[in-house]
């Protein structure tokens, strides 16, 4: 019977009632739209980062991230082998080797970081495949290198081409070979298309004469949100001689940047709250003063205090819920079509995401979570100023409020 009270209390005042709808609905399309962005935002950066190159989590010989030399290498045994095998949470990994070494052409030489991958294994981990833009992708012990597109057009090498690489090896010994040009590879992160060549694993332990020895092992988790337990059990099953670490230690520049952008969306978004909380707020000052006249005349006719006080929070409650369902509702269409049709920044906006090495788009995220968290929010905003009438009524004076 309250809650059927408080419904057509509210539409006793229809204009009233689709104003605050309004303002709640209006409210909670622009707040989820914005969480909505930032965190496909978000995700664009991981993927750029972590997806395509460094993994969600790797294993590498103890000392090795904090001094990254072929020195600090480990042998991939059968004992490391099993551990891994028999992990629970890990769905496959990747075994590679990367070091330093000078790669030229006829011409121009620079510095390049070189990648030894198994190319059927990096397919489960990285979209590596997908990125070739030019000629093909790397076989199982191929001979033929993959360079970064922005590498290539400063060597200015193309597909065929020879590539030749100059480094130092294990303890010290001499790197040196040439590699026929298989494919461009691009990336979103300017950093990677500019410095990376990927050569097949058997190659590259060739190269840098590390036959069985590995520097690190890209890690996939069966659930990407479990990394962190992943990393934990993996620690203490494989030993002390080696160290696993998460994408969160791997690039701490993300984690740093996302941090500074949720501060600056935190007030953005307690701004907006304060718009929802106002006009929900106005709207039960409007209905208060309005209606002083019946609280008098209900209560002075034996009405208890509390279920007046229950049918005005049943009130607000209602038009908050509903604000925000309609809210949501508004929102979904809205991101369902950014997510598919990402925003494509400017040319200026475009250098400043590159300097963090991301592509210059930007994704709206659909997560259920994101919706939800709004409909909670909003929910509390309610919960928290139905205590005003809460109080207002268990004070009321029925003659006087009779007499307003």
Not at 272 to 296: D, K, P, Q
Request: hydrophobic share 50%; charged share 20%; with cysteine.
């Amino acid at each position: 019977m309250l809650l059927k009270l408080a419904w057509r209390n509210l539409w006793r005042n229809k204009r009233r009632t689709l104003i605050t709808l309004a303002s709640i609905f209006f409210a909670v399309i622009l707040s989820t739209f914005m969480v909505s962005l930032k965190e496909g935002f978000y995700k664009g950066m991981i993927d750029s980062m972590v997806g395509a190159f460094t993994g969600y989590a790797q294993i590498h010989a103890t000392g090795y991230w904090a001094d990254k030399t072929l020195e600090n290498s480990f042998e991939f045994n059968d004992s490391l082998a099993y551990r891994l095998k028999n992990a629970n949470g890990l769905s496959s990994y990747a075994p590679r080797v990367e070091s330093f070494a000078l790669a030229a052409s006829s011409e121009i030489t620079r510095g390049t970081m070189v990648v030894g991958i198994d190319p059927k294994k990096e397919m489960l981990h990285t979209d590596l495949q997908d990125r070739v833009i030019e000629g093909e992708y790397l076989q199982e012990k191929d001979q033929g290198a993959l360079l970064g597109e922005a590498l290539a057009k400063y060597l200015k090498v193309g597909v065929g081409d020879t590539l030749v690489l100059l480094g130092q090896g294990y303890h010290g010994a001499s790197a040196a070979g040439k590699y026929p040009i298989k494919g461009i590879v691009k990336f979103g992160s300017p950093e990677l298309s500019k410095q990376l060549v990927f050569l097949s694993l058997q190659a590259t332990q060739k190269l840098f004469d590390v036959e069985g020895r590995l520097t690190n092992l890209i890690l996939l988790p069966d659930q990407k949100s479990e990394t962190d337990e992943l990393v934990q059990s993996l620690q203490s099953s494989i030993g002390n001689g080696y160290e696993v670490m998460a994408w969160q230690e791997l690039t701490p520049e993300i984690i740093n940047m996302m941090e500074t952008e949720k501060m600056e969306g935190y007030v953005f978004m307690f701004i907006l709250y304060m718009v929802i909380s106002f006009g929900i707020f106005a709207t039960i000052l409007m209905m208060m003063a309005e209606r002083m006249h019946e609280f008098g005349v209900l209560v002075a006719v034996g009405m208890k205090r509390i279920n007046l006080a229950m049918v005005m929070i049943l009130e607000i409650l209602s038009i908050s819920i509903l604000g925000a369902f309609l809210g949501m509702l508004g929102a979904l269409p809205i991101c369902l079509y950014f997510y598919y049709y990402p925003i494509k920044l400017g040319a200026e906006l475009e250098e400043m995401v590159a300097d963090y090495g991301m592509e210059a788009v930007l994704q709206a995220s659909i997560s259920p979570n994101i919706f939800i968290q709004q409909a909670i929010i909003v929910g509390l905003i309610g919960c928290a100023i139905a205590i005003y009438p809460l109080w207002k009524i268990s004070r009321l004076d029925a003659i006087n409020a009779m007499r307003s």
